[in-house]
T-cell receptor, first 113, second 112 residues
Framework: QKEVEQNSGPLSVPEGAIASLNCTYS??????FFWYRQYSGKSPELIMS????GDKEDGRFTAQLNKASQYVSLLIRDSQPSDSATYLC?????????????FGTGTRLTIIP | DADVTQTPRNRITKTGKRIMLECSQT?????MYWYRQDPGLGLRLIYY???????NKGEISDGYSVSRQAQAKFSLSLESAIPNQTALYFC???????????FGEGSRLTVL
Protein backbone atom coordinates (compact mmCIF):
# COMPACT_ATOMS: atom_id res chain seq x y z
CA GLN A 1 0.00 0.00 0.00
CA LYS A 2 1.33 3.42 -0.92
CA GLU A 3 2.00 5.74 1.98
CA VAL A 4 -0.08 8.51 0.42
CA GLU A 5 -2.78 7.77 -2.14
CA GLN A 6 -4.66 10.13 -4.38
CA ASN A 7 -6.96 9.55 -7.31
CA SER A 8 -4.94 10.72 -10.30
CA GLY A 9 -8.01 12.05 -12.09
CA PRO A 10 -8.58 13.95 -14.20
CA LEU A 11 -11.38 15.39 -12.13
CA SER A 12 -13.65 17.69 -14.11
CA VAL A 13 -15.85 20.19 -12.28
CA PRO A 14 -18.12 22.91 -13.71
CA GLU A 15 -17.20 26.48 -12.96
CA GLY A 16 -18.89 27.67 -9.77
CA ALA A 17 -19.31 24.16 -8.34
CA ILE A 18 -17.47 22.58 -5.40
CA ALA A 19 -14.38 20.54 -6.22
CA SER A 20 -13.59 17.77 -3.73
CA LEU A 21 -10.11 16.26 -3.63
CA ASN A 22 -9.28 13.31 -1.41
CA CYS A 23 -6.14 11.76 0.01
CA THR A 24 -5.71 8.66 2.15
CA TYR A 25 -2.61 7.61 4.03
CA SER A 26 -1.34 4.43 5.61
CA UNK A 27 0.76 5.52 8.58
CA UNK A 28 -1.34 6.32 11.64
CA UNK A 29 1.45 8.39 13.20
CA UNK A 30 1.43 10.92 10.38
CA UNK A 31 1.48 14.31 11.99
CA UNK A 32 1.14 17.26 9.63
CA PHE A 33 -0.76 17.47 6.37
CA PHE A 34 -0.41 19.80 3.42
CA TRP A 35 -2.09 20.54 0.11
CA TYR A 36 0.05 21.92 -2.70
CA ARG A 37 -1.15 23.22 -6.04
CA GLN A 38 0.99 22.78 -9.14
CA TYR A 39 0.26 24.42 -12.45
CA SER A 40 1.58 22.68 -15.54
CA GLY A 41 5.31 23.30 -15.92
CA LYS A 42 5.54 25.18 -12.63
CA SER A 43 6.70 24.35 -9.14
CA PRO A 44 4.29 23.33 -6.36
CA GLU A 45 3.00 26.01 -4.01
CA LEU A 46 1.38 25.53 -0.62
CA ILE A 47 -2.31 26.34 -0.38
CA MET A 48 -3.35 24.71 2.91
CA SER A 49 -1.85 23.01 5.94
CA UNK A 50 -3.75 21.19 8.66
CA UNK A 51 -2.50 19.55 11.84
CA UNK A 52 -5.53 18.49 13.90
CA UNK A 53 -8.81 16.74 13.25
CA GLY A 54 -11.61 18.80 11.80
CA ASP A 55 -11.97 21.52 9.21
CA LYS A 56 -9.76 24.46 8.40
CA GLU A 57 -11.03 27.18 6.09
CA ASP A 58 -9.08 29.75 4.11
CA GLY A 59 -11.10 31.74 1.62
CA ARG A 60 -12.60 29.36 -0.94
CA PHE A 61 -10.50 26.46 0.34
CA THR A 62 -11.37 24.07 3.19
CA ALA A 63 -9.11 21.28 4.36
CA GLN A 64 -10.64 18.41 6.31
CA LEU A 65 -8.64 15.95 8.40
CA ASN A 66 -9.89 12.70 9.91
CA LYS A 67 -7.04 10.86 11.60
CA ALA A 68 -9.21 7.94 12.73
CA SER A 69 -10.16 7.18 9.12
CA GLN A 70 -6.75 8.29 7.82
CA TYR A 71 -7.89 10.72 5.19
CA VAL A 72 -7.47 14.36 4.40
CA SER A 73 -9.51 16.24 1.84
CA LEU A 74 -9.55 19.61 0.14
CA LEU A 75 -12.74 21.37 -0.89
CA ILE A 76 -12.67 24.25 -3.34
CA ARG A 77 -15.85 26.30 -3.37
CA ASP A 78 -17.00 28.43 -6.29
CA SER A 79 -14.44 26.76 -8.56
CA GLN A 80 -12.74 29.01 -11.07
CA PRO A 81 -10.88 28.14 -14.29
CA SER A 82 -7.71 29.35 -12.54
CA ASP A 83 -8.12 26.45 -10.09
CA SER A 84 -7.31 24.02 -12.91
CA ALA A 85 -4.06 22.41 -11.76
CA THR A 86 -2.64 19.29 -10.16
CA TYR A 87 -3.19 19.12 -6.40
CA LEU A 88 -0.61 17.28 -4.31
CA CYS A 89 -1.29 15.91 -0.87
CA UNK A 90 1.71 15.69 1.47
CA UNK A 91 2.26 14.57 5.04
CA UNK A 92 5.00 14.22 7.61
CA UNK A 93 5.93 11.03 9.40
CA UNK A 94 8.47 10.36 12.15
CA UNK A 95 11.54 8.68 10.68
CA UNK A 96 14.19 7.40 13.10
CA UNK A 97 14.41 10.63 15.06
CA UNK A 98 13.93 12.72 11.96
CA UNK A 99 10.82 13.66 10.08
CA UNK A 100 9.97 12.44 6.59
CA UNK A 101 7.80 14.42 4.21
CA UNK A 102 5.97 12.28 1.64
CA PHE A 103 3.90 13.38 -1.35
CA GLY A 104 1.04 11.69 -3.13
CA THR A 105 1.11 11.46 -6.92
CA GLY A 106 -1.43 14.27 -7.29
CA THR A 107 -4.93 14.74 -8.66
CA ARG A 108 -5.38 16.69 -11.88
CA LEU A 109 -8.35 19.05 -11.60
CA THR A 110 -9.99 20.72 -14.58
CA ILE A 111 -12.61 23.43 -14.11
CA ILE A 112 -14.97 23.59 -17.06
CA PRO A 113 -16.18 27.11 -17.94
CA ASP B 1 13.54 37.60 -6.04
CA ALA B 2 12.74 33.91 -5.66
CA ASP B 3 13.36 32.40 -2.25
CA VAL B 4 14.83 29.25 -3.81
CA THR B 5 16.89 29.45 -6.98
CA GLN B 6 17.96 26.51 -9.12
CA THR B 7 20.54 26.42 -11.89
CA PRO B 8 20.53 25.37 -14.63
CA ARG B 9 16.84 25.51 -15.52
CA ASN B 10 17.30 23.24 -18.51
CA ARG B 11 20.12 20.89 -19.39
CA ILE B 12 20.64 18.32 -22.10
CA THR B 13 23.53 15.94 -21.63
CA LYS B 14 24.81 12.57 -22.77
CA THR B 15 24.96 9.24 -21.03
CA GLY B 16 27.98 8.94 -18.77
CA LYS B 17 28.51 12.65 -18.22
CA ARG B 18 28.73 14.19 -14.75
CA ILE B 19 26.05 16.74 -14.00
CA MET B 20 25.60 19.12 -11.09
CA LEU B 21 22.38 20.93 -10.28
CA GLU B 22 22.75 23.81 -7.89
CA CYS B 23 20.30 25.25 -5.42
CA SER B 24 20.45 28.28 -3.17
CA GLN B 25 17.93 29.84 -0.80
CA THR B 26 17.67 33.27 0.78
CA UNK B 27 15.40 32.56 3.75
CA UNK B 28 17.85 30.93 6.12
CA UNK B 29 15.89 27.67 6.40
CA UNK B 30 17.89 24.76 7.82
CA UNK B 31 16.08 22.00 5.95
CA MET B 32 16.63 21.51 2.23
CA TYR B 33 15.43 18.80 -0.15
CA TRP B 34 15.93 17.46 -3.65
CA TYR B 35 12.99 15.82 -5.44
CA ARG B 36 12.51 14.47 -8.92
CA GLN B 37 9.16 14.52 -10.67
CA ASP B 38 8.12 12.11 -13.38
CA PRO B 39 4.70 11.91 -15.05
CA GLY B 40 2.38 9.67 -13.02
CA LEU B 41 4.92 9.19 -10.22
CA GLY B 42 4.60 12.46 -8.38
CA LEU B 43 7.43 13.95 -6.36
CA ARG B 44 9.99 11.48 -5.12
CA LEU B 45 12.59 12.39 -2.54
CA ILE B 46 16.23 11.93 -3.53
CA TYR B 47 18.14 13.45 -0.61
CA TYR B 48 17.50 15.86 2.22
CA UNK B 49 19.56 17.81 4.69
CA UNK B 50 18.59 19.29 8.04
CA UNK B 51 21.78 21.31 8.48
CA UNK B 52 25.26 21.79 7.08
CA UNK B 53 27.06 18.41 7.14
CA UNK B 54 23.77 16.56 7.69
CA UNK B 55 22.87 14.42 4.66
CA ASN B 56 20.08 11.85 4.51
CA LYS B 57 19.04 9.51 1.73
CA GLY B 58 15.53 9.65 0.38
CA GLU B 59 13.61 6.91 -1.40
CA ILE B 60 15.55 7.08 -4.70
CA SER B 61 19.13 8.11 -3.84
CA ASP B 62 20.95 5.54 -6.00
CA GLY B 63 22.92 7.23 -8.78
CA TYR B 64 22.84 10.62 -7.04
CA SER B 65 24.96 12.45 -4.49
CA VAL B 66 24.55 15.78 -2.73
CA SER B 67 26.62 18.39 -0.99
CA ARG B 68 25.46 20.93 1.58
CA GLN B 69 28.22 23.47 1.27
CA ALA B 70 26.55 26.11 3.41
CA GLN B 71 23.16 26.65 5.00
CA ALA B 72 22.00 28.39 1.86
CA LYS B 73 23.39 25.96 -0.72
CA PHE B 74 22.49 22.36 -1.52
CA SER B 75 23.73 20.82 -4.75
CA LEU B 76 22.75 17.56 -6.46
CA SER B 77 25.20 15.57 -8.59
CA LEU B 78 24.75 12.78 -11.07
CA GLU B 79 28.17 11.17 -11.29
CA SER B 80 27.43 9.27 -14.49
CA ALA B 81 24.10 10.27 -16.00
CA ILE B 82 21.83 7.65 -17.55
CA PRO B 83 18.68 8.14 -19.67
CA ASN B 84 16.26 7.10 -16.93
CA GLN B 85 17.47 10.07 -14.91
CA THR B 86 15.70 12.29 -17.42
CA ALA B 87 13.21 14.17 -15.25
CA LEU B 88 12.21 17.47 -13.70
CA TYR B 89 14.21 18.12 -10.55
CA PHE B 90 13.05 20.37 -7.74
CA CYS B 91 15.00 21.78 -4.84
CA UNK B 92 13.06 22.95 -1.81
CA UNK B 93 13.70 24.64 1.51
CA UNK B 94 11.42 24.04 4.46
CA UNK B 95 10.35 26.55 7.08
CA UNK B 96 10.85 25.10 10.55
CA UNK B 97 7.92 26.88 12.17
CA UNK B 98 5.18 26.23 9.60
CA UNK B 99 6.58 23.18 7.81
CA UNK B 100 5.90 24.84 4.47
CA UNK B 101 8.13 23.81 1.57
CA UNK B 102 9.34 26.55 -0.75
CA PHE B 103 10.23 25.10 -4.12
CA GLY B 104 12.64 26.33 -6.72
CA GLU B 105 11.43 26.69 -10.30
CA GLY B 106 12.79 23.30 -11.29
CA SER B 107 15.62 22.00 -13.43
CA ARG B 108 14.62 19.98 -16.47
CA LEU B 109 17.32 17.43 -17.23
CA THR B 110 17.44 15.34 -20.39
CA VAL B 111 19.97 12.53 -20.67
CA LEU B 112 20.45 11.24 -24.21
Amino acid sequence: QKEVEQNSGPLSVPEGAIASLNCTYSDRVSQSFFWYRQYSGKSPELIMSIYSNGDKEDGRFTAQLNKASQYVSLLIRDSQPSDSATYLCALTQPDFGNEKLTFGTGTRLTIIP
Amino acid sequence: DADVTQTPRNRITKTGKRIMLECSQTKGHDRMYWYRQDPGLGLRLIYYSFDVKDINKGEISDGYSVSRQAQAKFSLSLESAIPNQTALYFCAARATNTGELFFGEGSRLTVL
